[in-house]
């Protein structure tokens, strides 16, 4: 059977009648339904203005693990692009690959770590190496920044020890990583400016 | 009007005026545009405390301060603060709070601003602590330092 437009179907004979044809032809109401699409794209282009309000470029320079709580600061220094050592209570790691365990690290009093320092200056000959290669587009030296991304409830002990490892690199410019709240200690989110 | 269809002027043999706008690329568009900008949203923000770190084995020793400052160092102890101002000791204990027992900031943020007030050219400050105190209250002492327009922090360990 053949899809038709609903709606009255004379017969042929019917529809060819001199009286009764033009009746049935005209005045017939279209059967399309214009869907609204003007709320749709009004929320849409709100959307669309909102998330580019909160898009950044520089993109998530930490990763976030659940093993790190950070502490709330109110200073509203950015991150830069750098090295991040992390420290939870359990490890520390540099760059996402863990170096040493916490408890390594705060068996002797002394300041050093060598696993960090090593691979620290690791890091930084990657780092001389790719500026090198783009100085002649441009790239600039290097500034010995770090980000350290530490858990709230780590000693003084071992943040020493990972500053000190950091400065004996050559990663003097230390950046200390915190969720940035308001002056009443909310959390800044996105939909909290 | 946007996705409207073109109105019937129930008249036949007359065109109608209105031309319909094709809005499924547009739509198309905003959709991509939606999906990619809220998979790359950053939802949190992370601000970031830039201190130098002092003492050590082979540390340099600091730098005289210059004219029209003075030597300004916090020491978080298990106690409190110690706020050394020029040699001059001033002892900010502990206080109570809701979570319990913590440090005076409020006080330390006050000392300091007098301090600001005094030495307008005051930029830096030494921070210690010792080996047991907790790095939260290390960085919000850090942060209440940088509030009272003191930005260049140096963290050292406390000498117990």
């Given at each position: ?193 | ?101 913590g440090y005076d900031t409020k006080g330390l943020v006050e000392k300091l601003k007098l301090v600001k007030t005094q030495y307008p050219d005051q930029r830096a400050v030494t921070v210690a602590a010792e080996d047991a105190v907790v790095y939260e209250n290390l960085v919000d002492t850090i942060d209440q330092v940088v509030a009272a327009d003191l930005p260049d922090i140096s963290v050292t360990a406390a000498v117990n």
């Amino acid at each position: 059977m053949p899809i038709v437009t609903p709606g009255k179907r004379p017969g042929i004979r019917l529809s060819k009648s001199k009286v009764f044809g033009k009746k049935i032809k005209g005045g017939k109401k279209s059967v399309y339904a214009n869907m609204q699409l003007t709320p749709m794209i009004d929320m849409f282009t709100i959307l669309v203005i909102y998330l580019l309000q909160n898009f950044s470029a520089d993109g998530d320079i930490l990763f976030m693990s659940k093993d790190i709580q950070l502490p709330n600061i109110t200073a509203k220094m950015r991150l830069e692009r750098a090295p991040v050592v992390a420290v939870s209570t359990d490890a520390i790691s540099l760059d996402g690959s863990r170096v040493l365990d916490v408890s390594d690290a705060t068996r002797d009093d002394t300041w050093n770590v060598p696993a960090l320092e090593e691979a620290l200056r690791e890091k930084r000959r990657n780092i001389e190496q790719s500026n090198m290669l783009l100085r002649g587009a441009g790239g600039e030296g290097f500034r010995g920044i770090i980000n350290v991304q530490a858990d709230h409830l780590v000693q003084f002990k071992v943040v020493k020890k990972v500053m000190f490892a950091c400065n004996q690199a050559g990663f003097s410019n230390i950046n200390l990583a915190g969720m940035q709240v308001s002056a009443a200690g909310e959390v800044k989110t996105a939909s909290l400016p | 009007m946007g996705g409207a269809a073109p109105v019937e002027t129930g008249k036949k043999g007359k065109k109608s005026l209105d031309s319909e706008l094709n809005l499924v690329p547009f739509i198309d568009l905003l959709s991509c545009l939606i999906a990619f900008l809220l998979i790359t949203a950053v939802w949190t923000q992370i601000s970031a405390l830039r201190v130098a770190q002092t003492g050590g084995l082979d540390s340099t020793p600091p730098e005289p301060p210059k004219d029209n400052t003075i030597d300004v160092r916090v020491t978080l102890t298990d106690r409190g603060y110690t706020l050394s101002l020029a040699g001059a000791l001033v002892e900010l204990p502990k206080v109570s709070k809701a979570a319990g027992m913590g440090y005076d900031t409020k006080g330390l943020v006050e000392k300091l601003k007098l301090v600001k007030t005094q030495y307008p050219d005051q930029r830096a400050v030494t921070v210690a602590a010792e080996d047991a105190v907790v790095y939260e209250n290390l960085v919000d002492t850090i942060d209440q330092v940088v509030a009272a327009d003191l930005p260049d922090i140096s963290v050292t360990a406390a000498v117990n």
